[in-house]
């Protein structure tokens, strides 16, 4: 085999400074949403288990409609690199303002919906929860619904920095949004005493800061990729249908996956309280061992779209695996960095012996796991869709799910008796299953020629 570097015989669309100058950022992005996340969590425990467990579950849905909106962002971004890549920059802006237009029009009717649907959200979907866990969850719910549109349109503005190879911009904004939000938490929960409001209020005025920073920096005409500042939406059909074709499947493909996480939370609240805060602290400490590998797999969209877009499938190639022998390195210097810390992770939000001990066991599982599958399944399906091929990954993921992370979530969790550890076996057989789809997809090649554009 020939070494990496001599892979490729076109010049190459990224050379080392350009990838640093995309990643970097984008991992420290992801590395403040994390970090604010459990901030949030740690602050929030000092008003008790029940509400990090309202919290957590109300996150939930929460994180379901983010996932949504990053989908749809995506289609955008990956649209607008491709049309980058074939050297049509009016195009691209084109896509660009379509999408920014589109996912804040259909973000507003989705907020009306929760608002309307909340008592069936808290009452059936949450399943059967106690009287104090539910009063944390519908505080924290009736503020945090109100920030929908703005996280969207803040998705929209960060993906469209992405497809220009400009993550700093998106990364100077997370900085003022996290900002904003742990230092409003502090002054609400510590300084004025309001619990799980103190919390939720800050979340939503920091997403409105953010959405506001941001479509204003992308009405900068000297950009390669613009928006056009206007109150009025004309819509081009034939843009938002190619945004949809990419962004519509990958998004029934993160909605999917979150609702199965929303399902099996049905399961985990079963088991208790105690199971509830665990699940919640190992989401959140979990989510730093895969933090670079999301960074990265944001990174592949920009990069390999613009491959696609230019037809050159020799840097598919090259930049695929290059990329994902970063996520691989980066993933398990993380790991290495949290375990370590792990127990005065865990001090920190003063668990009771049997969530810490439990959380303590899934987080050691997760990191083993996390080194060894979680590239291959998720950051190599971002190829994948670059490319245009969009449907394998929403019918295999989707698939993959309903039968490993749910029908075994039961399997393990309530029959074998293994509690909420037997939900996270379920998702990392999952990722076993993903894993080995993708593969065989990207190595048979079929996924070539599918470009939207």
Same mark, same amino acid.
């Given at each position: 085999?020939?070494?990496?570097?001599?892979?490729?015989?076109?010049?190459?669309?990224?050379?080392?400074?350009?990838?640093?100058?995309?990643?970097?950022?984008? *991992?420290?992005?992801?590395?403040?949403?994390?970090? #604010?996340? +459990?901030?949030? $969590? /740690?602050?929030?425990?000092? =008003?008790?288990? @029940?509400?990090v467990s309202g919290v957590s579950l109300v996150d939930s849905v929460m994180l379901l409609l983010i996932n949504i909106f990053a989908a749809?962002?995506?289609?955008?971004?990956?649209?607008?690199?491709?049309?980058?890549?074939?050297?049509?920059?009016?195009?691209?802006?084109?896509?660009?303002?379509?999408?920014?237009?589109?996912?804040?029009?259909?973000?507003?009717?989705?907020?009306?919906?929760?608002?309307?649907?909340?008592?069936?959200?808290?009452?059936?979907?949450?399943?059967?929860?106690?009287?104090?866990?539910?009063?944390?969850?519908?505080?924290?719910?009736?503020?945090?619904?109100?920030?929908?549109?703005?996280?969207?349109?803040?998705?929209?503005?960060?993906? *469209?920095?992405?497809?220009?190879?400009?993550?700093? #911009?998106? +990364?100077?904004? $997370? /900085?003022?949004?996290?900002? =904003?939000?742990? @230092?409003?938490?502090?002054?609400?929960?510590?300084?004025?005493?309001?619990?799980?409001?103190?919390?939720?209020?800050?979340?939503?005025?920091?997403?409105?800061?953010?959405?506001?920073?941001?479509?204003?920096?992308?009405?900068?005409?000297?950009?390669?990729?613009?928006?056009?500042?206007?109150?009025?939406?004309?819509?081009?059909?034939?843009?938002?249908?190619?945004?949809?074709?990419?962004?519509?499947?990958?998004?029934?493909?993160?909605?999917?996956?979150?609702?199965?996480?929303?399902?099996?939370?049905?399961?985990?609240?079963?088991?208790?309280?105690?199971?509830?805060?665990?699940?919640?602290?190992?989401?959140?400490?979990?989510?730093?061992?895969?933090?670079?590998?999301?960074?990265?797999?944001?990174?592949?969209?920009?990069?390999?779209?613009?491959? /696609?877009?230019?037809?050159?499938?020799?840097?598919?190639?090259?930049?695929?695996?290059?990329?994902?022998?970063?996520?691989?390195?980066?993933?398990?210097?993380?790991?290495?960095?949290?375990?370590?810390?792990?127990?005065?992770?865990?001090?920190?939000?003063?668990?009771?012996?049997?969530?810490?001990?439990?959380?303590?066991?899934?987080?050691?599982?997760?990191?083993?796991?996390?080194?060894?599958?979680?590239?291959?399944?998720?950051?190599?399906?971002?190829?994948?869709?670059?490319?245009?091929?969009?449907?394998?990954?929403?019918?295999?993921?989707?698939?993959?799910?309903?039968?490993?992370?749910?029908?075994?979530?039961?399997?393990?969790?309530?029959?074998?008796?293994?509690?909420?550890?037997?939900?996270?076996?379920?998702?990392?057989?999952?990722?076993?299953?993903?894993?080995?789809?993708?593969f065989i997809r990207y190595r048979g090649g079929r996924w070539k020629g599918r470009a939207v554009v």
């Amino acid at each position: 085999m020939k070494p990496l570097s001599e892979t490729v015989s076109q010049p190459r669309l990224f050379d080392n400074k350009a990838l640093a100058a995309l990643i970097i950022p984008l *991992i420290v992005e992801q590395l403040l949403a994390v970090l #604010v996340g +459990m901030a949030d $969590s /740690i602050m929030i425990a000092t =008003v008790g288990e @029940s509400a990090v467990s309202g919290v957590s579950l109300v996150d939930s849905v929460m994180l379901l409609l983010i996932n949504i909106f990053a989908a749809l962002a995506t289609g955008g971004a990956v649209v607008a690199g491709q049309y980058l890549g074939q050297g049509s920059p009016k195009k691209a802006c084109l896509a660009a303002d379509q999408l920014v237009w589109f996912i804040t029009l259909s973000a507003t009717v989705i907020m009306a919906v929760m608002y309307l649907c909340r008592p069936f959200v808290l009452h059936t979907v949450f399943g059967k929860i106690e009287p104090d866990v539910m009063e944390h969850a519908n505080t924290y719910y009736l503020i945090v619904t109100a920030s929908i549109p703005f996280i969207a349109m803040y998705n929209a503005g960060a993906a *469209i920095f992405r497809s220009m190879g400009n993550s700093k #911009v998106s +990364m100077n904004v $997370s /900085i003022i949004m996290n900002l =904003v939000n742990v @230092s409003g938490n502090a002054l609400l929960i510590y300084g004025l005493h309001r619990g799980t409001e103190g919390v939720a209020i800050p979340t939503l005025v920091s997403r409105m800061v953010a959405a506001v920073l941001i479509i204003i920096l992308l009405c900068n005409s000297s950009l390669t990729l613009h928006i056009t500042p206007k109150l009025r939406y004309k819509f081009h059909k034939n843009t938002v249908s190619k945004i949809l074709q990419i962004g519509v499947p990958n998004g029934l493909e993160n909605s999917m996956f979150q609702l199965g996480k929303i399902i099996v939370l049905s399961l985990v609240s079963s088991f208790g309280t105690y199971a509830i805060a665990a699940n919640a602290v190992s989401n959140v400490v979990a989510s730093f061992h895969v933090l670079p590998g999301m960074a990265v797999s944001l990174a592949i969209t920009t990069v390999i779209s613009q491959c /696609i877009g230019a037809g050159d499938y020799e840097q598919v190639a090259y930049y695929t695996k290059k990329l994902l022998i970063i996520a691989y390195l980066c993933i398990f210097a993380a790991v290495i960095i949290i375990d370590i810390s792990l127990p005065l992770i865990l001090d920190a939000y003063h668990l009771s012996d049997i969530t810490a001990e439990e959380t303590f066991q899934i987080l050691l599982f997760h990191s083993v796991c996390a080194c060894l599958i979680w590239p291959v399944s998720f950051s190599l399906p971002a190829t994948l869709r670059a490319a245009g091929d969009v449907r394998f990954s929403m019918l295999a993921s989707i698939i993959s799910m309903w039968i490993c992370r749910i029908i075994f979530s039961y399997i393990f969790g309530q029959t074998m008796g293994l509690g909420v550890f037997g939900v996270w076996m379920a998702m990392v057989l999952d990722w076993c299953i993903r894993s080995i789809c993708f593969f065989i997809r990207y190595r048979g090649g079929r996924w070539k020629g599918r470009a939207v554009v």
